[in-house]
């Protein structure tokens, strides 16, 4: 069921909640949240290509902002399941959604947002995405 949840989402990936990840509160710790939006990101990046446009080009992918929503506290032992996906692209960069849906209680937990630039890491600047990296990218969300 909890999979459903993140039917609208592209890129979906499973992690098991840690119990160093909670904190004195007794629940997961708000930047653990973060760290999950990155493995989502990261996964993405690869299945779109942008890892592979780095490694070829030196044009990646460089976060511009992020932004957390925490719905409801998660806990171990759980398994977090998180989906993104791009909700708005432009030339040189995209937006990217995250929800984290709890296994254990069958809800969001958390919600997101990203900015995801297109970089050039040799000249140090911002630079259209590249049209292969885009091909992908439209791919995947299609």
Same mark, same amino acid.
């Given at each position: 069921?909890? #999979? #459903?949840?993140?039917?609208? +989402?592209?890129?979906?990936?499973?992690?098991?909640?840690?119990? !160093? #990840?909670?904190?004195?509160?007794?629940?997961?710790?708000? *930047?653990?949240? +973060? @760290?999950?939006?990155?493995?989502?990101?990261?996964?993405?990046?690869?299945?779109?290509?942008?890892?592979?446009?780095?490694?070829?080009?030196?044009? !990646?992918?460089?976060?511009?902002?992020?932004?957390?929503? +925490?719905?409801?506290?998660?806990?171990?032992?759980?398994?977090?399941?998180? !989906?993104?996906?791009?909700?708005?692209?432009? &030339?040189?960069?995209? *937006?990217?959604?995250? #929800?984290?849906? %709890?296994?254990?209680?069958? *809800?969001?937990?958390? &919600?997101?947002? !990203?900015?995801?630039?297109?970089?050039?890491?040799? $000249?140090?600047?911002?630079?259209?995405?590249?049209?292969?990296? @885009? *091909?992908?990218?439209? $791919?995947? &969300? %299609?």
């Amino acid at each position: 069921m909890a #999979e #459903e949840l993140l039917a609208d +989402f592209p890129v979906v990936i499973r992690i098991p909640v840690q119990w !160093g #990840e909670m904190d004195a509160y007794g629940h997961v710790n708000n *930047t653990v949240l +973060f @760290r999950y939006f990155e493995s989502a990101r990261i996964r993405y990046l690869e299945r779109c290509g942008f890892l592979e446009s780095y490694d070829r080009d030196k044009v !990646g992918a460089i976060l511009h902002s992020t932004h957390c929503r +925490f719905r409801r506290p998660l806990f171990y032992p759980d398994t977090a399941l998180i !989906g993104t996906r791009a909700t708005a692209v432009a &030339e040189d960069r995209f *937006t990217q959604a995250y #929800e984290v849906v %709890s296994e254990t209680q069958n *809800t969001v937990v958390a &919600e997101g947002t !990203g900015i995801v630039v297109s970089y050039d890491y040799v $000249a140090r600047k911002v630079v259209p995405i590249p049209d292969a990296v @885009r *091909t992908k990218l439209d $791919a995947l &969300e %299609s």
